[in-house]
Structure formats: structure tokens, C-alpha cells
Nanobody, 123 residues
């Protein structure tokens, strides 16, 4: 079991951009899958995007074309968020599972979680 630490959240105006980072440590198997989720107050935690070992990616329809998930060779996963909208306001979490992403999009499919980073988009 590894550890995940998110960073990069903040406050922006509608139409702005932010890049979130998720630093993963303790994963000896490089085939682990990383997902980004978000949770707004009073709502369920929703899947945003996932990235597999060879950078195969999937996105929720609500962010497709605006968000990009990527990973580097140093076990950091990024979520580039462009054209942000007020409805993107939420606590953003990264999560990991291994091996492989397969069709995992439920929070229950991911055993490891970071502490979250807040994203606030004002109109």
C-alpha cells in the first residue's frame, strides 16, 4: 500500500486553469492505476478521470475536453484543468489501485486515497 499527496488546488475565476498534482510513493509495481475524484459539499464523491500504466486515460463526460490527466516517470500524476466552471468547485482527491485500471470508476474500487485539495471556481 502506498501513499498519495495532492497539491495545486486554489481559487480561480470561471474560465481559468489549475493543475493538480498527486505524488505517489511506496508503489513497487508500476502497473498501478491512478484516478482523480471530486466531492462537492453535500454530494457524493464522483469520478473525474483515470490513467493506467501506459497512459491510457478515461474521463467523465462532464470534464472531457477540458481536463487532461497525465503521469511522469517520477510517480507523479497531474490533472490539468482548463475552462473551469463554478460547478467544478469541489474537494479533489487522487486515489490508486493496482494492478490496472480496467473499468474502475467507483470510489470503492480504489483502496488508497490522498487527503484532498480544494478547488474553488467563482463566476
Amino acid at each position: 500500500q502506498g501513499q498519495l499527496v495532492e497539491s495545486g488546488g486554489g481559487s480561480v475565476q470561471s474560465g481559468g486553469s489549475l493543475r493538480l498534482s498527486c505524488a505517489a510513493t511506496g508503489y513497487t509495481d508500476s502497473s498501478y492505476c491512478v484516478g482523480w475524484f471530486r466531492q462537492a459539499p453535500g454530494k457524493e464523491r464522483d469520478w473525474v478521470a483515470t490513467i493506467a500504466q501506459y497512459s491510457n486515460t478515461r474521463y467523465a463526460d462532464s470534464v472531457k475536453g477540458r481536463f487532461t490527466i497525465s503521469r511522469d516517470m517520477k510517480n507523479t500524476v497531474y490533472l490539468q484543468m482548463n475552462s473551469l466552471k463554478p460547478e467544478d468547485t469541489a474537494m479533489y482527491y487522487c486515489a490508486a489501485r493496482g494492478p490496472w485500471c480496467r473499468s474502475a470508476v467507483s470510489p470503492a474500487d480504489f483502496p488508497d486515497w490522498g487527503q484532498g485539495t480544494q478547488v474553488t471556481v467563482s463566476s
